[in-house]
């Protein structure tokens, strides 16, 4: 195990090269939690394997192919996102200088996910038995943009490094400094 700096995990994922096989922990609000007086009432850690530096709209574009669909998907990043280097699509920034670290998952994997309410962990169940989650978490849906069947279908997801509590990757394991 190896400490390391947000700065020196930037570092180590601007060097991957194709696409490589990531271990995660972060922890983070959950975005479909019901939110009191500007607070989400819910947080999450979540241990997953993921992959860095896919090429999303590749991906996508060869699973339409598959599904017989024209293989036209133009990728959009999110509004006020960029690449922080142009060789390197699994880091991202937001227009406040916030930096993500952007993964596939596949979706055979199930996360382990860790819920917290005022701090105390809490089951999935008991959130939803006590209504703390917004009703779009109980939707599904699909990437590119609702192009990819279900039974294709793949999660991506962009945890600020400031969130990030530990990585596996090449198989050295790293804990974030913050």
Known sequence: MKKVTENELMDLFRSVKGTRPVDITYRVDEGKSITIAGRKQLQKEVTTNAFANADYENRVNKIRGKQGDTPDFVALLPNGVSQVYPDCRCLLKNSNGGVMLRLHINSNVKP????FYKGIEISKQEAIDSNLFTPSFFNTYTVGRGSVSE??????????????VRVKLNKEEY???H
Not at 112 to 115: A, D, H, I
Not at 151 to 163: A, C, D, S, T, Y
Request: charged fraction near 20%; charge should be positive; avoid cysteine.
């Open 112 to 115: 382990k996910v860790t819920y």
């Open 151 to 164: 039974e294709n279908n793949f999660k991506v997801i962009q945890p600020f490094l400031k969130n990030i």
């Open 175 to 177: 804990y974030v400094i």
